[in-house]
């Protein structure tokens, strides 16, 4: 069975603080690793990542894949409150299987 | 361009009852994908239809059913509600089955009483 493992669970830091969101699976057929961020209901999209040691870049958010040591992470600088949200960790194996998601990080940014 | 839309909303059912939920997907996008998202389990997959067909089913029980329309807007049925199908209601569209990555909708919060 496909898991998704992320890590920590629940993070409070103080604004402008870098911080590091982890993500480890174990999937059948990996294709793709999917970063969402959830602050209400709709999840949105941050990254999509298929190739491994690339670094994806978008503004303070950054995001790499290892598929040798399978995880992932998701970088975050010079944190506002605005980044206070769950982020969800997603994997793709292709066809229509869905997506298979972690249990999210759950990050609170205090001012 | 628009993006993905879910109705109702919210929705408020008795135990027993059924309830149908409908997700309009972005305009050109094919493939809808529905997901139950709880405190306890997360984000865990429904169905997926594309061109009016299901292509895969999650680990859910018959009561869950779904289907496609010609013009990819998408509805998914439950019948028989119990207290535990209580939770927010995913739809995600995608140009070619995932490959792009998903867009979500804001969901369908289903409170059964």
């Known amino acids: 069975e496909d898991k998704v493992v992320q890590s920590p669970l629940s993070l409070v830091v103080h604004e402008g603080d870098t911080v590091t969101l982890n993500c480890s699976y174990e999937?059948?057929?990996?294709?793709?690793l999917l970063w969402y961020k959830q602050e209400k209901k709709a999840p949105t999209f941050l990254f999509m990542l298929?190739?491994?040691?690339i670094e994806k870049k978008s503004g303070r958010l950054s995001s790499i894949l290892d598929k040798k040591e399978l995880f992932s992470i998701l970088n975050i600088t010079a944190t506002q409150t605005g980044d206070s949200a769950v982020y969800l960790c997603?994997?793709?194996?292709?066809?229509?299987?869905?997506?298979?998601f972690g249990k999210g990080t759950h990050l609170i940014i205090q001012p | 361009k628009a993006g993905v839309t879910q109705t109702p909303r919210y929705l408020i059912k008795t135990r027993g009852q059924q309830v149908t939920l409908s997700c309009s997907p972005i305009s050109g996008h094919r493939s809808v994908s529905w997901y139950q998202q709880t405190p306890g389990q997360g984000l865990q997959f429904l169905f997926e239809?594309?061109?009016?067909?299901?292509?895969n089913k999650g680990n859910f029980p018959g009561r869950f059913s779904g289907r496609q329309f010609s013009n990819s807007r998408s509805e998914m049925n439950v019948s028989t509600l119990e207290l535990g199908d209580s939770a927010l209601y995913l739809c995600?569209?995608?140009?070619?089955?995932?490959?792009?990555?998903?867009?979500f909708g804001s969901g369908t919060r289903l409170t059964v009483v």
């Open positions: 997603a994997t793709f194996r292709g066809g229509a299987d869905g997506l298979t």
């Open positions: 239809y594309f061109s009016e067909t299901q292509r």
């Open positions: 995600a569209s995608s140009l070619r089955t995932g490959l792009d990555g998903y867009t």
């Open positions: 999937v059948t057929n990996f294709r793709s």
């Open positions: 298929t190739s491994s040691g």
